[in-house]
């Protein structure tokens, strides 16, 4: 089974970057699409990026578009979010997840991104 570890968040200032990084172990990335969401409290938890299998078509959230890049090693098993120009409104907590065939679902346990004026 897939298991996910996020890391990478912390509190920076608006205007800074930062690069969050969601590694898996007990199996391969190959065959799931990956993504990046955010929640902060009280609202739903919304997708942010994905990049897919194969061919790595990338969709981003339009407030994000432009600023944040997912990118996927395979060979690492890892999946990156590297978010630039953040903005305060980006203060969440990021959860990575794999989807793959048959709703095969798998989330990591998220990590705190603070974004200050």
């Known amino acids: 089974e897939v298991q996910l570890q996020a890391s990478g968040g912390g509190l920076v200032q608006a205007g800074a970057s930062l690069r969050l990084s969601c590694t898996a172990s007990?199996?391969?990335?190959?065959?799931?699409?990956l993504g990046w969401f955010r929640q902060v409290p009280g609202k739903e938890r919304e997708a942010v990026s994905l990049?897919?299998?194969?061919?790595?078509?990338?969709y981003y959230s339009d407030s994000v578009k432009g600023r944040f890049t997912i990118s996927r090693d395979n060979a690492k098993n890892t999946v990156y979010l590297q978010m630039n120009s953040l903005k305060p409104e980006d203060t969440a907590v990021y959860f990575c997840?794999?989807?793959?065939?048959?709703?095969?679902?798998?989330w990591g346990q998220g990590t705190q991104v603070t974004v200050s004026s």
């Open positions: 997840n794999a989807y793959g065939v048959g709703s095969d679902d798998h």
């Open positions: 007990g199996s391969s990335f190959d065959g799931y699409t």
């Open positions: 990049i897919s299998t194969g061919d790595g078509q990338t």
